[in-house]
């Protein structure tokens, strides 16, 4: 008796964990940083597309514009961390939108796939409006499953993808960093970004980091080889989840723009 007490406490603890994690894992997901517009606009970057109805802040190339790239950014911090991006492409003539996420930054709104996805395709469809074709989305990590679900809604707007340190499904990443837990029963959100591409068709670059430890490459090499043509897949040697940044120069942005827009089909 004493046995099958000790073993029913033990069942009980851990459907306890598994509810939990149930329960809380949007904290082990999204790590939002909070920050007001007046933080986050600086010289370089202003809001967009307005100050009082702020979904991310904007840089506009000095010279003639190519079209406009969408960056949908990592699961921490907030858009204001990615200036990065608008430093990269604006050298490249394309006007670059770093799009904020609700909950994240200055804007209100639950964290969640729905909520981000949702919010993604009428920032795609407003960016479409407003500055017309091509319309270009970048996705990094968590960004990349946003993006590759905004875009497959949105596949008549969009010109093509580069989605750096993806994955193909979400369940896939959890299944690696908890190998004990039933993650497909547990995860709420999907971020199946194989199935949401999976009839794309539009040009997409998959760029992978050869030492990520946090999304391992095999997962974003997965999501290429379930994609239709056109796709690339890129690799950034020796780089790792959170500096693959470093690890890049000006030829390569240009070469994978150029690929993600359909100008250009050589390595």
């Known amino acids: 008796m004493r046995l099958i007490g000790v073993m029913l406490a033990l069942v009980a603890a851990g459907l ?3 509810a939990m994690i149930a329960v809380f894992q949007d904290r082990l997901l999204y790590f939002p940083a909070p920050g007001t517009v007046d933080s986050l606009v600086s010289a370089d970057l202003r809001a967009w597309p307005a100050q009082g109805d702020f979904r991310g802040l904007v840089a506009e190339p000095s010279g003639p ?15 204001g961390h990615r200036a990065y991006y608008a430093k990269a492409l604006t050298r490249l003539e394309l006007r670059v939108i ?3 996420y609700p909950g994240y930054g200055p804007r209100g709104g639950a964290v969640g796939e ?6 993604a395709e009428q920032t795609v469809a407003l960016a479409h409006r407003l500055h017309g074709p091509p319309l270009l989305l ?4 968590l960004g990349a499953g946003v993006a590759a679900a905004a875009g497959a809604r949105h596949r ?18 959890a299944a690696h960093h908890y190998p004990l837990l039933p993650v497909k029963w547990l995860l709420r959100d999907r971020y199946d970004s194989a199935t949401h591409l999976a009839s794309f068709g539009r040009p ?15 997962f974003g090499t997965a999501l290429h080889d379930a994609l239709p043509q056109p796709k690339r897949l890129a690799v950034i040697e020796t780089a790792g989840h959170n500096d693959w940044i470093d ?10 723009i150029s690929f993600a827009l359909g100008k250009s089909a050589s390595p």
């Open 16 to 18: 306890a964990l598994l």
């Open 247 to 256: 690890h890049i120069d000006d030829r390569w942005w240009e070469e994978a």
């Open 156 to 173: 008549d707007k969009t010109a093509g993808m580069l989605l750096i340190t993806p994955w193909d499904r979400l369940e896939h990443v």
């Open 138 to 141: 970048v996705g990094e990590s």
């Open 114 to 119: 729905r909520s981000l996805v949702d919010d």
């Open 204 to 218: 997409v670059l998959v760029a992978v980091a050869a030492r990520d430890t946090i999304v391992p490459a095999r």
């Open 98 to 100: 770093l799009v904020e």
């Open 65 to 79: 514009v190519r079209g406009t790239a969408l960056v949908f950014h990592g699961n921490a911090g907030h858009a």
